[in-house]
T-cell receptor
């Protein structure tokens, strides 16, 4: 079975440019999570969706960050304009919410973002 | 709100020796607990989870963890480690609230196996 697929794996861009990260969740999963991982702050939840609807975006750092989930098989995280402090590894994860105990989240391999 | 503390940022262990990675949590409500492993340049993989029932949970790759409610701990153990266990290990907690799927992660413990 295909896991969570993220693209690109690496992105290097200059400050001020728009960055778009993409995620395809596991087929059949109905929850999707975006995380950011840095040495200083560890793993932080940015936003999560259930059935394509944003449920909690309290972790989104500021208005420069936006996330969308137009359908069950695709999500984007956009940064505009990008800044050097946005450099991090961004992970997407998905899970199946069943109405019972929380099911494990399955992670993609991440996008390593460097803003110069 | 819940929090997770992994006191050991790095743990070096000789190959074939036992290891324990410590995790303590704080929450005002009941919780689910998870251990994830991250190999270099990869995402996180689930090692094991505690949802309810037996407090001793067995996971993949020979790892196990014990939930101790009185000590609010969920330490990860392996009786004999291998070189391939070199990775970063994250403890995570979520509230027992079927409407809330948020996971709170600890800062991670880097396990280094010494040949």
């Amino acid at each position: 079975d295909a896991g969570v697929i993220q693209s690109p794996r690496h992105e290097v861009t200059e400050m001020g440019q728009e960055v778009t990260l993409r995620c395809k969740p596991i087929s059949g999963h109905n929850s999707l999570f975006w995380y950011r991982q840095t040495m200083m702050r560890g793993l932080e939840l940015l936003i999560y969706f259930n059935n394509n609807v944003p449920i909690d975006d309290s972790g989104m750092p500021e208005d420069r960050f936006s996330a969308k989930m137009p359908n069950a098989s695709f999500s984007t995280l956009k940064i505009q304009p990008s800044e050097p402090r946005d450099s991090a590894v961004y992970f997407c994860a998905s899970s199946l919410r069943t109405g019972g105990p929380n099911q494990p989240q399955h992670f993609g391999d991440g996008t390593r973002l460097s803003i110069l | 709100a819940q929090s997770v503390t992994q006191l050991d940022s790095q743990v070096p262990v000789f190959e074939e020796a036992p290891v324990e990675l410590r995790c303590n949590y704080s929450s005002s409500v009941s919780v689910y607990l998870f251990w994830y492993v991250q190999y270099p340049n990869q995402g996180l993989q689930l090692l094991l989870k505690y949802l309810s029932g037996s407090t001793l949970v067995k996971g993949i790759n020979g790892f196990e963890a014990e939930f101790n409610k009185s000590q609010t701990s969920f330490h990860l153990r392996k009786p004999s480690v291998h070189i391939s266990d070199t990775a970063e290990y994250f403890c995570a907690v979520s509230e027992v609230d079927f409407g809330n799927e948020k996971l709170t992660f600890g800062t991670g413990t880097r396990l280094t196996i010494i040949p």
